[in-house]
């Protein structure tokens, strides 16, 4: 039985570059990266509920879809 070699090092990212928070620009968290802190993700998450998330719910169905209706009354 051959030890496990440890081929694989394990990547640890150098301390101090981490990207800035997008939105208050403190050091980003690892656990909310890339944001310092959940309120900051919150935050983010909020205005993509309010703003541009909201624009690609603006398609509507093709009416057309609707006449299907009909059908149910043939069952
Ligand atoms: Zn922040």
Redesign the pocket.
């Known amino acids: 039985m051959s030890k496990p070699q440890d081929g694989q090092a394990k990547v640890v990212p150098p301390a101090g570059k981490k990207k800035p928070?997008p939105?208050?620009g403190?050091p980003g968290d690892d656990v909310c990266r890339p944001?310092?802190?959940k309120r900051?993700a919150d935050l983010d998450l909020g205005r993509w509920f309010k703003g541009d998330y909201r624009v690609a719910t603006e398609e509507r169905p093709s009416e057309g879809d609707f006449e299907d209706d009909d059908d149910l009354d043939n069952i």
């Open positions: 928070c939105l208050c403190k944001f310092c802190s900051c």
